[in-house]
C-alpha cells in the first residue's frame, strides 16, 4: 500500500520559488507515473507535471513548462516539484499522486491515479 505525504507549500510573494516534497513508502510495483496535479477552490483538479519512474521521463501541462521542475531522488523514495516564478493563478492545494505502470503510460486524468498524498497549500500574492 503506497503512501504519500507531501510537505514545502507555504506563502510567497508573485515571482518567488517553492519546492514541494512527497515523500513515498509502501512501494509494491517496480514503475510508477508519478504526478502533481493541484486544485484551486471551485476548481478541479489538474495536473501540473508527471515523471515515470522507470526512466525518468517528464511531462508538464502548458502552465508549468519552463517555471515548475519534476524530479525524484535516485531511490524513487521522495518527489519533488520546483517551482519558480510564481504567480497568483499558482495559488492552490497541491497533492502528488501515484499510478503503477509497467510500460510507462501516464495520464492526466486524477481519477486513474490509486494513491494520493493530503496535499500541501501553495499561496501566492
Known amino acids: 500500500h503506497v503512501q504519500l505525504v507531501e510537505s514545502g507549500g507555504g506563502s510567497v510573494q508573485a515571482g518567488g520559488s517553492l519546492r514541494l516534497s512527497c515523500a513515498a513508502s509502501?512501494?509494491?510495483?517496480?514503475?510508477?507515473?508519478m504526478a502533481w496535479f493541484r486544485q484551486a477552490p471551485g476548481k478541479e483538479r489538474e495536473g501540473v507535471a508527471i515523471?515515470?519512474?522507470?526512466?525518468?521521463?517528464?511531462c508538464y501541462t502548458n502552465s508549468a513548462k519552463g517555471r515548475f521542475t519534476v524530479s525524484q531522488d535516485n531511490a524513487m523514495n521522495t518527489l519533488y516539484l520546483q517551482m519558480n516564478s510564481l504567480k497568483p493563478e499558482d495559488t492552490a492545494m497541491y497533492y502528488c499522486?501515484?499510478?503503477?505502470?509497467?510500460?510507462?503510460?501516464?495520464?492526466?486524468?486524477?481519477?486513474?491515479?490509486?494513491?494520493w498524498g493530503q496535499g500541501t497549500q501553495v499561496t501566492v500574492s
Open positions: 509502501g512501494y509494491t510495483a517496480s514503475r510508477y507515473c
Open positions: 515523471i515515470y519512474t522507470g526512466d525518468g521521463t517528464t
Open positions: 499522486a501515484a499510478l503503477s505502470s509497467f510500460r510507462g503510460v501516464c495520464y492526466w486524468n486524477a481519477d486513474r491515479y490509486n494513491y
